[in-house]
């Protein structure tokens, strides 16, 4: 495949990979009448694609391969940038470990922690983070060992205090992906995975449910919010959003409980009119804080919605042991 693992060239060799690079952007995202758009579009693509993002390398400024990454890093940013100025440059080099001293738009964070509590509390990880300079690209993130599995409830709660975090320091976390994402059942080289497919089957972790309960943070407001509360075992956020089925307003409270007991939350809102109309609440648990789905119980860990009476400004609301809850409450500005 022409794939080289912790081999480099000299650099004064870079020049044809850097080429091989800008000639990848254009068969992406070239004109179908360019040298590598028009390929693209004999093989049936001549719409190019939305390419927005080009990560350099992987891991490299991680290892011994620092110093050759940072020679030879310019190279390709300088040439990306000079034909594609709006494409967003990523460097590997991980500004929440050590400040960067080269361009980049983004920066990748990996993390696979193998305790619930510690990926819990790294919700707290960009809460002091420099307000300036490249954004997170939280590309590659989920707890891993004995406590993860093939994808246990506990995973799933306690990345969700994690992405409370996250969507939390928005202004610094640019986007964030679980990884990995797929695997097939039959070749498991990897645990956990977010989507685990047969050859006629396939279902979700808790984890990817998890991730589902957020696709709404993507354009959301993040509002105000303080929890008064024991910070190691609760994480909660509010966020508004508009409903693309109905246009409506909507205050979307999520709160995540590692704890073994229902907690007991007073909720207090200040600035908003609520509307009487559909308010729901969903809950992500199940009996056991191991449970895991599987091709034999496909919906054992999944989230279920149920209506939620008596919103207000001021209420009293039970969260669950071992679960991630939304409330969902439409609402006017005053």
Known sequence: MGISLYEH?????????????????????????SKWGSIRASMGHPKPFDLRYVAVGNEECERDLKAIYLEYYPKFYDAIKQVYPDIQ?????????????????????????????????????????????????????????????????????????????LEKNSDVVSMVSYAPLFVNTNDRRWNPDAIVYDSH???????????????????????????????????????????????????????????????NVDIFIDGLEFENSKLTKTILTSANIMDENSFSQLNKVVPKESPFENAGKIMNVQIDPHSVTLFDIPYVYQ
């Open 89 to 165: 440059i990523i460097s590997n080099c991980d500004a929440a470990k050590l400040p960067i001293n080269h361009p980049a738009d983004l920066y990748d964070y990996h993390r696979y922690p193998q305790s619930a509590n510690e990926i819990f509390h790294m919700a707290q990880d960009f809460d002091h983070a420099s307000r300036t300079g490249p954004k997170a690209f939280v590309s590659e993130y989920a707890l891993t060992g004995e406590e993860a599995g093939y994808g246990t409830l506990l995973a799933a709660v306690a990345e969700a205090a994690f992405l409370i975090g």
């Open 9 to 33: 060239v000299n650099i004064s060799d870079i020049s044809p990979f850097v080429q091989e690079v800008l000639d990848g952007i254009e068969f992406a995202r070239g004109s179908p009448t």
């Open 201 to 263: 089957q396939v279902y979700g972790t808790p984890s990817y449910w998890v991730l589902k309960l957020f696709k709404e943070s993507s354009g959301a407001t993040l509002l105000n919010s303080i929890l008064q509360s024991n910070s190691s075992t609760l994480a909660a956020s509010a966020i508004s959003w508009k409903s693309s089925i109905d246009g409506k307003s909507i205050l979307r409270i999520k709160v995540a409980n590692l704890k073994s007991n229902t907690v």
